[in-house]
């Protein structure tokens, strides 16, 4: 079974970095896409970075030039570096990943989160 799994997170004062990983287990035939998430407390969730296989990737307005998200494929990794954190980044963050099964459905898994809180 594919399965996501997020670490990183943690408690970071505004201005300081974080990078979150997203290690995936298990296999998917074709990986079309990869992102990161996030739900803050009476928010929905929103997207923050993803990436295509194809190199094509997009931020929310939030955190663009501050984020940047990148894959490892040897470590079926992928990263959300965190720079300049500001409070209203608190939130928690699930990495996702899209693609084909083996038998050619469509397919996609979520992580189950990681916690990333930004004081004041």
């Known amino acids: 079974q594919v399965q996501l799994v997020e670490s990183g997170g943690g408690l970071v004062q505004a201005g300081g970095s974080l990078r979150l990983s997203c290690a995936g287990s298990?296999?998917?035939?074709?990986?079309?896409?990869v992102g990161w998430y996030r739900r803050a407390p009476g928010k929905q969730r929103d997207v923050v970075a993803t990436?295509?296989?194809?190199?094509?990737?997009n931020y929310a307005d939030s955190v663009k030039g501050r984020f940047t998200i990148s894959r490892d494929n040897a470590k079926n990794t992928v990263y959300l570096q965190m720079n300049s954190l500001k409070p209203e980044d608190t939130a928690f963050y699930y990495c996702?990943?899209?693609?084909?099964?083996?038998?050619?459905?469509?397919?996609?898994?979520w992580g189950r989160g990681t916690q990333v809180t930004v004081s004041s």
């Open positions: 996702y990943a899209a693609g084909l099964s083996m038998i050619g459905s469509n397919v996609e898994y």
């Open positions: 298990g296999s998917i035939f074709r990986i079309n896409a």
């Open positions: 990436l295509t296989s194809g190199g094509n990737s």
